[in-house]
């Protein structure tokens, strides 16, 4: 699955192009002590070459990071109906 994803933070405009590798990269790089640098490193997998520059600068800020890669990863997840049978 492929899927572009486009955001607007602080005004900004970003375009992320996320693919089921991508994504579960990001999972298993995420730990329970360590969420930043997989949220920083899956963003700037996925970021489309054009918004970059702007994504680096926004990466600065404290949190935005895993701010904007749960939007991401919130949008690329499909919904799905699942019930636990009994």
């Known amino acids: 699955m492929q899927k572009t994803i486009k955001l607007i933070v602080n005004g900004d405009r970003l375009t992320f192009n996320v693919d089921t590798p991508t994504y579960n ?10 969420k930043v640098a997989p949220a920083h490193n899956f963003l700037m997998r996925c970021v489309d ?5 702007t994504l680096e600068g926004l990466l600065e800020l404290p949190g935005a ?3 904007m ?3 991401v990863v919130g949008e690329f997840m499909p919904d799905i ?4 049978g009994k």
């Not at 070459?49 to 520059?53: K, L, T, V």
């Not at 109906?81 to 636990?84: A, F, K, Y």
């Open 65 to 67: 990071g895993v701010q």
């Open 81 to 84: 109906d699942i019930e636990v």
């Open 49 to 53: 070459a054009e918004s970059r520059a």
């Open 69 to 71: 890669a749960a939007q």
């Open 25 to 34: 990269r990001y999972l298993n790089e995420m730990q329970p002590t360590n």
